[in-house]
């Protein structure tokens, strides 16, 4: 699976929008790209994840480059209850390899505090 | 209703015991894993199993043994526990047709060893 980086901390006031960039400059063609977050003493979080393609639910939108070499996650109007550490991943597609569909490689993520 | 729920907690004991964590999950998914968070916060998987059956181990000592009894459970028992234990467990489930990518992450059970 690729390797993602992202920045240690962000910072965002309450009510605009977080922007967390990720990249992935190694990324293989039929890679996704995941985000989960992990609040503080509680269990990582499914957000969205996307292949080339712009994403976007209820709570975030994905933005893919053209190139697919780095993603931005984006939180429209952060809340305090935003606050935690986001990560990105990229993996092989579900089902490729058999086996491995659940194996979640995840780096030390982007700790983002949100500010009243 | 918790879809994936941890027992214990917490659990703080001293090395050489023998200890167990329950993992159930009530989602109807067919696949549960278990992760650990070290101090570093690094978030690894150990194991996974399918309809019971183990299809991922990831190098870890054989002191730790996951046993699912059904789909819906999944528990780990450590023997001989090491100060290196102490760690965050997480259990996770998904469903494995037309898995998404989207792991059901439990709360955690927060072990040290003294």
């Known amino acids: 699976d690729a390797k993602t980086t992202q920045p240690t901390s962000m910072d965002c006031a309450e009510g605009r929008a977080a922007n967390l960039p990720c990249n992935h400059s190694?990324?293989?063609?039929?890679?996704?790209v995941y985000w989960y977050r992990q609040i503080h003493s509680q269990g990582p979080q499914y957000i969205i994840h996307?292949?080339?393609n712009n994403e976007t639910n209820e709570m975030a939108s994905l933005i893919i480059t053209e190139d697919r070499k780095s993603s931005t996650l984006i939180l429209p109007h952060a809340t305090l209850r935003d606050t935690a550490v986001y990560y990105c991943i990229v993996r092989a597609p579900p089902n490729a390899g058999g086996t491995s569909y659940g194996k979640l490689t995840f780096g030390q993520g982007t700790i983002l505090t949100v500010h009243p | 209703d918790t879809a994936v729920s941890q027992t214990p907690k917490y659990l703080v004991t001293q090395m050489g015991n023998d200890k167990s964590i329950k993992c159930e999950q009530n989602l109807g998914h067919d696949t549960m894993y278990w992760y650990k968070q070290d101090s570093k916060k690094f978030l690894k998987i150990m194991f996974s199993y399918n309809n019971k059956e183990l299809i991922i181990n990831e190098t870890v000592p054989n002191r730790f043994s996951p046993k699912s009894p059904d789909k819906a459970h999944l528990n780990l028992h450590i023997n001989s526990l090491e100060l290196g234990d102490s760690a965050v467990y997480f259990c996770?489930?998904?469903?494995?047709?037309?898995?998404?990518?989207?792991?059901?992450f439990g709360e955690g059970s927060r072990l040290t060893v003294l």
């Open positions: 996307g292949l080339k």
């Open positions: 190694t990324i293989s063609g039929n890679e996704y």
């Open positions: 996770a489930s998904s469903q494995q047709t037309g898995f998404t990518g989207e792991l059901f």
